[in-house]
């Protein structure tokens, strides 16, 4: 799911880009520590997959920011490029 444009732009002009990496930086560390946790059983999918929502809003937020046809443009080079891993029967980790 992507979030409309106008409120990643809203939110741009109200917090600022640096106050919205900070947050990334926030957002991936409770991310790592519910994978971390889940590994261990002591924590619910719900969390995880809550921690991925927050990450992906963020990552959204970015890629505005920063251009997303150019994020887009690399996101379709490295779809590729795993495609061609994948269909390489020598290859055994990526």
Request: proline fraction near 1%.
């Amino acid at each position: 799911m992507i979030v409309d444009k106008e409120i990643l732009k809203r939110v741009l002009v109200k917090w600022g880009i640096e106050a919205q990496i900070d947050m990334v930086h926030e957002e991936v560390g409770e991310f790592q520590s519910a994978l971390n946790k889940y590994r261990r059983g002591r924590c619910e999918i719900k969390e995880v997959q809550e921690e991925i929502a927050d990450c992906l809003m963020m990552f959204q937020q970015m890629r505005h920011y920063f251009g997303a046809e150019q994020v887009d443009f690399f996101i379709r080079n490295k779809t590729k490029r795993l495609e061609d891993r994948l269909a390489d029967p020598e290859r055994e980790v990526l």
